[in-house]
């Protein structure tokens, strides 16, 4: 969900894993969040339409850690006891 912050209301629920999401990082500059799940993919969020851009598989776990790093890249950390850098771009 997207709340704001002011009011307290949502703005918006966000759906398309299949299970329940374990990591969440947000994606600065882009208007974007980062979604890890127990499905083991990663989904690309844009926030100002609500729509799934991207998703991401590749792991055998669950998707537990999440970051942004400082080239703009996506790192991810799974319970398949892996990290992997992706380019979203």
């Keep these: 969900k ?3 912050t002011e009011t ?3 703005d918006q629920t966000l759906t398309g894993h299949s ?3 374990t990591a969440l990082c947000v ?7 980062a979604s890890g799940s127990r499905d ?3 989904k690309i969020w844009n926030t100002e339409t609500g729509q799934c851009d991207l998703t991401l598989t ?3 776990g669950w998707v537990t ?6 080239d703009g890249r996506l790192a991810s950390g799974s319970h398949d006891r892996t ?3 992706w380019n979203t771009e």
Aim: charged letters at 5%.
């Design 8 to 10: 307290g209301q949502c």
């Design 27 to 33: 994606v600065v500059g882009i208007g974007h969040v």
């Design 2 to 4: 997207i709340w704001n």
């Design 19 to 21: 299970w329940g999401i």
């Design 40 to 42: 083991w993919n990663i």
């Design 83 to 85: 990290i992997k850098i």
């Design 58 to 60: 590749g792991h055998s």
């Design 65 to 70: 850690a999440l970051c942004v790093l400082d």
